[in-house]
């Protein structure tokens, strides 16, 4: 088990669902969920059954203790931890979105993307230069980048009319 990560280009909602309600995978239709306390990262995308364009990007974020961590380094490089960032609870700041978000589902909506795809942009010569604290901090280093590489894409294709789908 793991997070897998899907962000989309364009997202049109089609209708509500139940849980018994399949979306017709083949023929670009998702379904995508709102995680409370999230709601706000969805930008008022609703749950529901979304029709998606083919331009994508797919990844692997990780195990869930492993994305967990490279959340941790991510909120190293900006000089906090995740912790002090959920109990805080600020209103900006980069990645904040990303961070304080649910760590297994959801969906962050086009303009969330848009704010987090600057983000990215803005801090990657330092994200590139990041030295994790600590043991395996070469192994970290790479795994860091990767992660950090593939979230740029994601948010980047994302923003405008798409979403950042967290299954």
Not at 82 to 109: M, Q, R, T
Request: some cysteine; glycine content about 8%; hydrophobic content about 35%.
């Amino acid at each position: 088990m793991g997070l897998d990560i899907t962000a989309y280009a364009t997202a049109t909602f089609l209708r509500p669902t139940s849980e018994d309600d399949d979306p017709d995978y083949e023929n670009g239709e998702v379904r995508l969920y709102t995680i409370h306390p999230f709601e706000r990262h969805a930008d008022g995308l609703t749950e529901g059954v979304y029709r998606v364009g083919p331009e994508k990007v797919a990844f692997r974020a990780g195990s869930y203790s492993g994305y967990n961590r490279w959340r941790a380094l991510l909120a190293e490089l900006i000089g906090t931890t995740p912790e002090d960032i959920w109990e805080a609870n600020p209103e900006e700041g980069p990645f904040l979105e990303l961070i304080h978000n649910s760590d297994c589902k959801g969906v962050i909506g086009p303009t969330t993307c848009a704010k987090l795809a600057k983000d990215f942009a803005e801090w990657n010569d330092r994200a590139m230069d990041f030295e994790p604290k600590g043991r395996d901090a070469d192994d970290l280093r790479e795994y860091f980048r990767r992660g950090y590489k593939n979230w740029a894409r994601a948010f980047a294709i994302a923003a405008g009319n798409g979403a950042v789908h967290l299954h």
